[in-house]
């Protein structure tokens, strides 16, 4: 793995959801976030989910795992 791969990703991602990017033509839609893992990191989240709400056509609808 390449040092700071991850990031790039991440970085990418966040631009396209920013610029209003959509998969395979598709305008807005749903897209559902599923995470299990520490709360903090949930929390993150869930706060960035509901912050792209505000941005664009795609809905995110985040879902957190309880075990």
């Known amino acids: ?7 790039k990703v991440g970085d990418d991602v966040a631009f396209g959801v ?13 897209s559902w976030v599923f995470y299990c893992g520490v709360p903090v990191l949930g929390q993150e989240l869930r706060k960035l989910c509901s912050e792209f709400n505000q941005r664009g056509a795609t809905r995110f609808e985040f879902h957190k795992e309880h075990f």
Not at 18 to 30: F, L, N, S, V, Y
């Open 1 to 7: 793995m390449v040092e700071g791969s991850n990031e």
């Open 18 to 30: 920013e610029e209003g990017a959509t998969i395979d033509g598709i305008d807005g839609g749903t």
